[in-house]
Every structure is written in structure tokens, then in C-alpha cells.
């Protein structure tokens, strides 16, 4: 089973930035894609960004131009860069790895607040 770590969530005032990182336990140069969600209390869960196996991004309207997500492949790790954060960014980020296997791996989530 794949093991996914996510960290650099944390408490953020609105503008600011953070970088979440998510290692995984598995080569991802070639998975198929790997992506960012996110679920604010109340809310469903969303996509935010999406990176596919041919370095081909998405991203969802409300974090165009404000959100990255990047791969380094050498280290397996895959990374959400948030900037200009705002407070409706406020939600459980959770990274998201999908295979050609065909699997899907879950990262445990990790909190972003964005304080007005």
C-alpha cells in the first residue's frame, strides 16, 4: 500500500502563503496524476489543482493564479504553493495519487486556516 505524507498546513493570515508538501512512498515521475482537494466544513470535497503524467495542469476558478502544484520526481514529493491566500481558502487539504494500476491513495489531509 502506498503511503502518502502530507504536512505544511498551519495558521495563516489572509494574503500570506504556504507550501503543502505530500511524500510519497512510491515512484510518481510516471503515475498517472496527482492532485490537491480540499473540504471546508459544511462543504464537499473539491478539486484544486490536478498534474497530470504529462505535466499538464488544472485548476479550479477560485485559486487560478494563486495556487502552483509541482512535482519533484527525484524526491517523490508533490507540492501545492499557495499564495494570497484568502479566508475562504480555509479547508482540510488532502493530496491525491492516482495510478495506472489502476489505485487511488489518499493522503490523511492537512489544515489550512486563513485568518481575515
Known amino acids: 500500500q502506498v503511503q502518502l505524507g502530507e504536512s505544511g498546513g498551519g495558521l495563516v493570515q489572509a494574503g500570506g502563503s504556504l507550501r503543502l508538501s505530500c511524500a510519497a512512498s512510491?515512484?510518481?515521475?510516471?503515475?498517472?496524476?496527482v492532485g490537491w482537494y480540499r473540504q471546508a466544513p459544511g462543504k464537499q470535497r473539491e478539486l484544486v489543482a490536478l498534474?497530470?503524467?504529462?505535466?499538464?495542469?488544472n485548476y479550479a476558478d477560485s485559486v487560478k493564479g494563486r495556487f502552483t502544484i509541482s512535482r519533484d520526481n527525484a524526491k517523490n514529493t508533490v507540492y501545492l504553493q499557495m499564495s494570497s491566500l484568502k479566508p475562504e481558502d480555509t479547508a482540510v487539504y488532502y493530496c491525491?495519487?492516482?495510478?495506472?494500476?489502476?489505485?487511488?491513495?489518499w493522503g490523511q489531509g492537512t489544515q489550512v486556516t486563513v485568518s481575515s
Open positions: 491525491k495519487l492516482d495510478t495506472w494500476a489502476p489505485y487511488v491513495y
Open positions: 498534474s497530470t503524467s504529462g505535466s499538464s495542469t
Open positions: 512510491t515512484r510518481i515521475a510516471s503515475i498517472k496524476a
